[in-house]
């Protein structure tokens, strides 16, 4: 029931773009994206609620596909302080659940 | 506003003992939660709060205890602490679980360690 996050990790060189996906198998109603730096909290970057809308923060934005459980968050023109952990986080059947999270290295 | 606090920031203990965690938030915030992060792994729910008084289990509450007497302060107790239970802990806020209101503002963590 953990939505699946893909990929596991990815390294980027500055100025690359990236794509990290997360996919439920149960109907999600909203996302959220987070962002966790080594040794630290996770703190919030956006949330998409239902209605296939797009948001953005900075150079990351992200898309909700309700019908196909599906939400992706893209990261463009990537800097070094994108480095780091991010998780979708969706309700679930024990209130909140966070995704499996994709590791994402920027090297300069 | 300092948001969401918890304390210690680090604590060693041995096979069997207790303890308590401290979260307190000054947000004002209904819902409260209590997470655990494995090393390279995700965040699992241990237990929420919904308002003071109000508790509910999350995906693994196995051997801990949580109250909730205020709004601000959602405390979690370590019974007879065990290896497993090494992790850090996380303490979240948040004004409601719908829409905009899930956003949840996290804690600087706790880092146990059972030996």
């Known amino acids: 029931q953990q939505p699946v996050q893909s990929p596991q990790a990815v390294i980027l060189r500055e100025g690359e773009d990236a794509v990290i996906n997360c996919s439920s198998s149960?109907?999600?109603?909203?996302v959220h994206w987070y962002r966790q730096k080594h040794g630290e909290a996770p703190v919030f970057l956006m949330i998409?609620?239902?209605?296939?809308e797009q948001k953005g923060h900075e150079k990351i934005s992200a898309s909700f596909n309700e019908k196909k459980q599906q939400s992706s968050l893209y990261l463009t023109a990537s800097q070094l302080s994108y480095s780091g952990t991010y998780f979708c986080?969706?309700?679930?059947?024990?209130?909140?659940?966070f995704g499996t999270g994709t590791r994402l290295k920027v090297l300069a | 506003n300092a948001g969401v606090t918890q304390t210690p920031k680090f604590r060693i203990l041995k096979i069997g003992q207790s303890m308590t965690l401290q979260c307190t938030q000054d947000?004002?915030?209904?819902?409260m939660y209590w997470y655990r992060q494995d090393p390279g792994m995700g965040l699992k729910l241990i237990y929420y709060?919904?308002?003071?008084?109000?508790?509910d289990k999350g995906e693994v509450p196995n051997g801990y205890n949580v109250s909730r007497s205020t709004t601000e302060d959602f405390p979690l107790r370590l019974e007879l602490a065990a290896p497993s239970q090494t992790s850090v802990y996380f303490c979240?806020?948040?004004?409601?679980?719908?829409?905009?209101?899930?956003?949840?503002?996290f804690g600087p963590g706790t880092r146990l360690l059972v030996l």
């Open positions: 986080g969706t309700p679930g059947t024990y209130k909140y659940i």
């Open positions: 149960k109907a999600l109603y909203s």
């Open positions: 998409l609620l239902k209605g296939g």
């Open positions: 979240a806020s948040s004004y409601s679980d719908r829409a905009a209101g899930e956003t949840q503002y």
């Open positions: 709060s919904v308002g003071a008084g109000i508790t």
């Open positions: 947000m004002n915030h209904n819902y």
